[in-house]
């Protein structure tokens, strides 16, 4: 019955609607270049990289490839790159989440929250190569915070077995795109924090903390999450810091893959596919779980 | 003071440090070239390399590229899919989130597998490699472009507007370029310039397809030479950065929606 009915209003409506033939290939003809473009740019290339990671090196089909996954050096190539992601996620997260939440439940004037969103929109876009920069210039060997440290501090930054070159560098560069990006994913699911909770709660004798402990951060936990996967996801990529930063010489899996493209130097093509392969699978996963996160999210904080 | 208020001070202080240290160090660092004194020496190099606005000329060529190609792939894909394919929505969304899963590392190797060899040859010639690039870079732009120009669209009441222009008169591309355009001018602005700010230093796609042609791979060669024209390059990366977001601002009127997740890192 009610699909009869829509039928009919449908039919009903004035002359426009019916104008263009609205079935046929008129209908596909305005969205072809988008599917083409994306068919030729982003699934032609990922299919490519899928289909030679199952080939060797006279085309015939192969497991090898993924076999190789699990060589010490490239498992150690993941292991640094997930190691680092997972710090500068749960570091960078927590930062952030901890100045957003200063900004929006926490009783600051409104100029510092307009303030820190345009910082977090330039901080979180500035990356690669002038991030690496600026980085030497602060904690490299002469850089001024080093020099600072040692002058005034007394602590050798370099002695103590710190260097930016290496694990512990590398994450305090990422967080600096890290917790701006937080701050801006995390700021909405803040905002949909509604007053009359913590009125309720407090009318029911909680203590602040109480509060948080059985409402803010049941409700938050999965934005907190999900952002924090997001950052994950972010820093796992992430090559043309990591590169410039160390000229190359940090085992990540998007650094192997880099010097992979420009030549062989893994002597075997079908590793490098493999190895691309194992990274979209592994953001592949993360955004699942995101978007499983979100879902759970949205059922509290929906505007 | 609330005990609170202090607590959230002490937060935003240390975020701001982190912020600010940096900047001010490799500041600090980009005056030092002239031995003993403070100087804008390392500028003034910089300035009168003419590789530096040669490359920096090029990238926002490309940029510029980049940003046409995006809004005339997204805009009546994104106008249509609301007017008269809803049931395409979740594949397009899907698809604009494609780059996340598919790093900049990733998809500069595929690009350059399937159209350096048979059929296409792309890289065997410059203009190739340029396609090769705008094509990278629509894609990195593609998850902020679709949802800037989706949440336009969702503001504007996209069926009257079409009915209206239609009883005028108007013919299709009439109401995508004079009718739907225009109504979208915030977010194409927005997701023009968050584009600008992603591509004029990106260096992963850049390195591989055109090398030093372009900025990012400029200012990392820079870095290998030269340290004090890299402070001074690192500290001009930065304010093109923040002047692109700070345009963004100026659009949105303050209403941030501005994270490249998929970006130059």
Redesign the interface.
Known sequence: MSSKQTFIQNNKR????A??S?SGWR?WI??A??FL??L???V???F??LT?AFLDNNGKFTLLNFAGLFEPSILSAYWVTIRISLATAVGGGL??F??A???TV???PRA?R?G???????????????????????LGRT???TLLLKSVLKINLYDQGFNLYSFWGLTLTY???Q???MI??ITPALDGLKKEWREASENLGAS?SMYLRKVALPILLPSILGSMI?LF?????????A??LT?GFINLV?IV??S???GDILYNPGL?YAL?IG??VV??VM?AIYYFLRRKSERWLRQ | MKRRSIWSWLWIVIGMLYFILPLYSTFDFSLRAKKGVLSFLAYQRVFEDPNFWSTIKFSLVIAIFTIIVSILLVVPTAYWIRLRLPKLRVLVEFISMLPFVVPAIVLVFGLIRVFSGAPFFLTNTYFGTYVLLVAGYVVLALPFVFRSVDTGLAAIDVQSLTEAAQSLGANWPTIIFKVIFPNLRVAIMSSAFLTLATVIGEYTIASFLVGIKSFGPYMSLIGQNKTYESSSLAIISFMITWAFMGMIQLFNRGKADTSALAGAR
């Not at chain 1, 820190?116 to 602060?138: C, E, K």
């Not at chain 1, 996801?233 to 810091?241: H, L, M, P, R």
């Open positions: 004035d002359a426009p609607r104008r263009p609205s209908n305005v969205v270049p988008f473009f994306t030729l740019f982003i032609l290339p990922s490519s990289l030679r930062l952030g901890l100045m939440y200063a900004v926490g009783n600051l510092v307009t820190l969103m345009t910082f977090s929109g330039v901080a979180s876009n500035f990356a690669g190569v002038p991030l690496a920069f600026a980085f030497i210039a602060t850089g001024l915070v967080m600096f795109f917790f701006p990006l801006l994913v602040h997001l996801g972010n820093s796992f990529g992430a090559y043309a810091t590169y410039s000229g998007t893959i880099g992979q493209i420009k490098g691309a990274m979209v953001m592949s955004m």
